[in-house]
């Protein structure tokens, strides 16, 4: 099992450019998150999905969309980059049974925005 | 609403030494606390989790976890400290709703002196 990945692991954009990043999980996990983490702040949950084509907003969803068309992948959108969305994102994924499952976490992708 | 504070940015500690990472939270009914780690440009891994039961909870690399419900506190305990553990450390609560999402506190570094 590779778990949680993320593409890329890093990523330089420019003031108003667009990307997408990747997200996949190989653990049949229903529940899939997007987090940033910024310095001092620990992770906010900007979009979750609780299952293929669903997805909500969380804490901090502007400026991001999501999608969730297969079950095993979860992407996040940045159509117009600000430097505000420079951060580290870790997606997550969990099962979840109950409200006791763990959430696990891929190994980040780190945005700077110029 | 839910609140983690971890009132420490930084505990330093010597090689050998126990080791404590303080948490405290605010949540309405029953808490679900996890706490994770965060080694240098790598994502979070899960460490130990409390759910209900006995509330000294046992978790990975020889960490556990103490619940205190009187004072609202579950601290990260070990009881010989590791260059290899210093890290980011995260205390997080389980949002019970929709989202069932991780609420994170800001982190605390911890850093094991030789």
């Known amino acids: 099992n590779a778990g949680v990945t993320q593409t890329p692991k890093f990523r330089v954009l420019k003031t108003g450019q667009s990307m997408t990043l990747l997200c996949a999980q190989d653990?049949?996990?229903?529940?899939m998150y997007w987090y940033r983490q910024d310095p001092g702040m620990g992770l906010r949950l900007i979009h979750y999905?609780?299952?293929?084509?669903?997805?909500a907003k969380g804490e901090v969803p502007d400026g991001y969309n999501v999608s969730r068309l297969k079950k095993q992948n979860f992407l996040l959108g940045l159509e117009s980059a600000a430097p505000s969305q420079t951060s580290v994102y870790f997606c997550a994924s969990s099962y979840p049974r109950d409200s006791t499952d763990t959430q696990y976490f891929g190994p980040g992708t780190r945005l700077t925005v110029l | 609403a839910q609140s983690v504070a971890q009132p420490e940015d930084q505990v330093n500690v010597a090689e050998g030494n126990p080791l404590t990472v303080k948490c405290t939270y605010s949540?309405?009914?029953?808490?679900?606390l996890f706490w994770y780690v965060q080694y240098p440009n790598r994502g979070l891994q899960f460490l130990l989790k409390?759910?209900?039961?006995?509330?000294l909870v046992k978790g990975s690399y020889g960490f556990e976890a103490e619940f205190n419900k009187s004072q609202t506190s579950f601290h990260l305990k070990k009881p010989s400290a590791l260059v290899s553990d210093s890290a980011l450390y995260f205390c997080a609560v389980r949002v019970l709703t929709g989202a069932n999402n991780l609420f994170f506190g800001t982190g605390t570094r911890l850093t094991v002196i030789p």
């Open positions: 999905s609780v299952g293929e084509g669903t997805t």
């Open positions: 409390y759910i209900t039961g006995d509330n």
């Open positions: 653990m049949n996990h229903e529940y």
């Open positions: 949540v309405s009914g029953n808490p679900y």
